[in-house]
T-cell receptor, first 118, second 115 residues
Framework: AQSVTQPDIHITVSEGASLELRCNYS??????LFWYVQSPGQGLQLLLK??????LVQGIKGFEAEFKRSQSSFNLRKPSVHWSDAAEYFC????????????????FGQGTILTVHP | SAVISQKPSRDICQRGTSLTIQCQVD?????MFWYRQQPGQSLTLIAT?????????ESGFVIDKFPISRPNLTFSTLTVSNMSPEDSSIYLC????????????FGPGTRLLVL
C-alpha cells in the first residue's frame, strides 16, 4: 500500500525567505506525485504534479518540486515566500496501476501548516 | 481543469439525521471521488463514485452509512446517514478530467457540524 509522510507539521518562515517542505512516499513503483495547497476555509488547489520525465517540476505561484527516486522524496520549494503563501500544504501520491482497483486514488500526507512572518 | 461546485457549502445537523451533499462539475469527467477531512486531519478517500453502478468503498466506509449516487458524468451525491458528532468533517468531491490523466481536482468542500 502506498503512504506519504510529511515530517514537518508546522513551519514558520519570514516573508522573502526561501522555503522547503518535505515529503517522503512509499510506493512499489514510480508513483504519480502531487502537491496541493489549502487556504483557510478553501478547497484544495493543485500546485504541481509529477508523472514522469524531468524530475524538477514547476508549478503555479512560483513553486517547484523535485522528485528524487533514491530518497523517495518529492520536496516542495519556493525561493522567496510571500505572506499570501500562508496555508496548509499537502503532498499526495497516486497509484499508477491504470485500470486496476487503485486507479486514480490518492493517498495524502498529514499536511504542513506554513506560517509567514512579516 | 474543471470547475466543481458543492452544495451545501456548510451545514449544522442534529445527530441521527441524514444530509445529502451534491457535487456538480462543469464538464464530463472520467472519475469522481468523495473524500473526508476530519478536523485537524488529512484527507481520506471514502469511495469512488461509479456512473450507473454502485460506488466502490474504501476500507472502513460502508454503503449504509455513506450511500453515493452518480446518475451521469457530471453529477454525484454523497449522503451521510444517521449522523453522529464523529461525522463532523469537511467532505470533498474530487474529479479526474478526460483531458488530464491522473490529475484530481477538488471541489470547495462541504463543512459539516453534527451536534
Amino acid at each position: 500500500a502506498q503512504s506519504v509522510t510529511q515530517p514537518d507539521i508546522h513551519i514558520t518562515v519570514s516573508e522573502g525567505a526561501s522555503l522547503e517542505l518535505r515529503c517522503n512516499y512509499s510506493y512499489g513503483a514510480t508513483p504519480y506525485l502531487f502537491w496541493y495547497v489549502q487556504s483557510p476555509g478553501q478547497g484544495l488547489q493543485l500546485l504541481l504534479k509529477y508523472f514522469s520525465g524531468d524530475t524538477l517540476v514547476q508549478g503555479i505561484k512560483g513553486f517547484e518540486a523535485e522528485f528524487k527516486r533514491s530518497q523517495s522524496s518529492f520536496n516542495l520549494r519556493k525561493p522567496s515566500v510571500h505572506w499570501s503563501d500562508a496555508a496548509e500544504y499537502f503532498c499526495a501520491v497516486g497509484a499508477t496501476g491504470g485500470g486496476g482497483t487503485s486507479y486514480g486514488k490518492l493517498t495524502f500526507g498529514q499536511g504542513t501548516i506554513l506560517t509567514v512572518h512579516p | 481543469s474543471a470547475v466543481i461546485s458543492q452544495k451545501p457549502s456548510r451545514d449544522i445537523c442534529q445527530r441521527g439525521t441524514s444530509l445529502t451533499i451534491q457535487c456538480q462539475v462543469d464538464s464530463q469527467v472520467t472519475m469522481m471521488f468523495w473524500y473526508r477531512q476530519q478536523p485537524g486531519q488529512s484527507l481520506t478517500l471514502i469511495a469512488t463514485a461509479n456512473q450507473g453502478s454502485e460506488a466502490t468503498y474504501e476500507s472502513g466506509f460502508v454503503i449504509d452509512k455513506f450511500p453515493i449516487s452518480r446518475p451521469n458524468l457530471t453529477f454525484s451525491t454523497l449522503t451521510v446517514s444517521n449522523m453522529s458528532p464523529e461525522d463532523s468533517s469537511i467532505y470533498l468531491c474530487s474529479v479526474v478530467t478526460s483531458g488530464e490523466r491522473e490529475t484530481q481536482y477538488f471541489g470547495p468542500g462541504t463543512r459539516l457540524l453534527v451536534l
